[in-house]
């Protein structure tokens, strides 16, 4: 009960008495200075050149050692707020999510380091240490290879000894630095866990002081080159190298040429093929602001727009569909059959659950579509018929030759949806079945939520997506595979799939891999996607 009440006390003190009396003390400096009340750490006149001034490329730097900060450095951001939210939601819920929103006036009136504090406590706080480490694995790589500064990670990759010294917590960072940017070592807040959970206090280390960091690390020595932003913090930091630069945010802004230009894909250190987490934009807190005002809407429209798939006809359907807001785009047309007594196969790209129920409204004509895992509410509100693979070639050769027989048949060969442009391999199941085989490239677009999770609920996959205010189907239809290309003329089915494989890559502007879902499952998820069943048997 002691221990208790001194927690309470200690969280009292640190979040609210401490919190206010920072507070009026600012306020009676600063006044209401709003600038000043912004996530942006305070500036002054810069006695440090500007990092447009580091040369890469003028001499060979890889025996020299870099230091410099994730945040305003790395990132082209000053606030770690959306990062933070990214956390909430996805690794912990959208109750906690909502109370970190609702932080935000709380924290304009914090200094930085108190705003660290706050969103650490209100993230982490109860937060298993397992689901951080999805996040940080799974969610956050796409987020900051999107906000990367261009020329800070050029010069980076020029350096061979990489030092990233960062006041946030550690374990947000840690994993990203060093799988996609090559640092040797990440010095952060630590924060304290007990029993697999996070209590949402800092380490008894406290946070990091990246002055005082530095000194620790290097001792007498003087890394080679530092590079910060214009805060007196920084300057102070970036002191101690040899050479110092500092992101210079106004000449950025009045350059479009910019260091903190975009962060293209072909520039990404490494290749983002797999993420996961359903939010689809950076949560800053305008956007998450946005985001919950939509929540009661998005969650009316999905239900409408499903029970247009369910109840009405396919022409009525698919204009009213698109009337809710539902972007279809349709190229191509369906070749006729040549085999009246058996189905055409389409071939399809996976992006979401929804592939097959868009290419048979949007043909007006039912479809068959076969799947190896779909949840019993997926299979209970699609509007054609699904049937369940079992991963079994031969049994499922012959499931696939009977429904064939019995109508159109669809495919989705890569065994898992990919939401980057990229295809994963493709089984060559399909290729020994049938030799009227037609491929279907499709695309999708979401602005608000992903409608594919590894991780989650897989029954929300279709709410999800249907919940964006403005989702968009791109569907192609090619033309149908020669006869000599099929298994027919003399072509085994590994050749059939990867040649179907390429035209869908050249059609869609993707680039074909070797990547299966076993792959992606155990990027994303740490497992290879199988679930065991009370009875000892494996679902995939």
């Known amino acids: 009960m002691v221990s208790f009440i001194s927690l309470v006390d200690l969280v009292l003190y640190q979040l609210l008495a401490n919190s206010f009396y920072r507070a009026a003390r600012k306020m009676k400096t600063f006044g209401l200075n709003f600038e000043y009340l912004s996530s942006k750490k305070p500036h002054q006149t810069c006695s440090f050149p500007s990092i447009t001034k580091c040369d890469v490329r003028g001499r060979n730097r890889m025996s020299q050692t870099i230091v410099c900060d994730i945040l305003g450095v790395l990132l082209k951001t000053e606030s770690f707020f959306p990062f933070f939210m990214l956390v909430a939601f996805e690794g912990g819920s959208i109750l906690r999510a909502f109370l970190l929103l609702m932080s935000c006036p709380f924290l304009m009136v914090c200094d930085h380091e108190m705003k660290i504090r706050v969103m ?104 080679d080159i530092g590079i910060g932003t214009s ?211 499709m695309n999708t677009n979401v602005s608000m939520f992903y409608g594919t999770t590894a991780s989650g609920l897989k029954c929300l996959d279709p709410v999800f997506f249907l919940m964006n205010p403005k989702p968009s189907y791109h569907i192609q239809i090619l033309e149908k595979v020669p006869k000599e290309l099929t298994c027919a003329g003399g072509k085994s089915s590994f050749e059939v799939a990867n040649y179907i494989q390429k035209k869908l890559g050249e059609a869609l502007g993707f680039e074909c891999t070797n990547f299966t879902r076993r792959d992606k499952y155990l990027m994303l998820a740490g497992n290879e996607g199988i679930v065991q069943k009370d009875d000892g048997r494996k679902c995939y």
């Open 231 to 441: 805060s007196l913090n920084d300057h102070l930091f970036i002191s101690s190298c040899k050479e110092a630069y500092v992101m210079n945010n106004e000449e950025n802004n009045d350059n479009p040429n910019s260091v903190t230009m975009t962060m293209t894909r072909d520039k990404y250190p490494k290749p983002l093929i797999f993420h996961d987490g359903r939010l689809a934009f950076l949560p800053t807190p305008s956007a998450s602001f946005c985001m919950f005002m939509w929540l009661p809407i998005g969650i009316f429209l999905a239900i409408y727009r499903i029970l247009l798939g369910i109840l009405l006809p396919y022409k009525l359907a698919l204009e009213l569909g698109v009337h809710s807001g539902i972007d279809l785009n349709i190229k191509g047309t369906v070749p006729k059959k040549t085999k009246p007594n058996k189905g055409v196969l389409f071939v399809c790209t996976h992006r979401t659950l929804l592939d097959p129920v868009f290419l048979s409204t949007s043909l007006a004509k039912p479809l068959t579509a076969v799947t190896y895992s779909l949840s019993k509410v997926s299979e209970f509100i699609a509007p054609i018929k699904t049937v369940r693979l079992t991963r079994n070639r031969n049994q499922d050769g012959e499931t696939m030759q009977k429904l064939l027989r019995e109508g159109d048949l669809v495919v989705c060969p890569e065994g898992t949806t990919c939401r980057e442009p990229y295809l994963l391999r493709f089984s060559s199941l399909f290729a020994e079945l049938a030799d009227e085989i037609v491929p279907v490239a």
């Open 120 to 223: 650490t406590f209100i993230t982490f706080c109860g937060l298993k240490v397992k689901n951080m480490e999805n996040v940080s694995r799974a969610v956050l790589p796409k987020f900051y290879l999107e906000n990367l500064n261009v020329h800070v990670c050029e010069i980076l990759a020029s350096t061979g000894s990489k030092v990233v010294i960062t006041n946030v917590p550690r374990v947000m960072v840690d994993g990203f630095l060093k799988e996609y940017l090559s640092v040797g070592d990440v010095i952060g807040t630590e924060l304290h866990a007990a029993g697999g959970y996070f209590t949402g206090f800092v380490a008894s280390s406290g946070l990091v002081v990246k002055t005082k960091a530095l000194k620790d690390y290097f001792g007498d020595r003087k890394p």
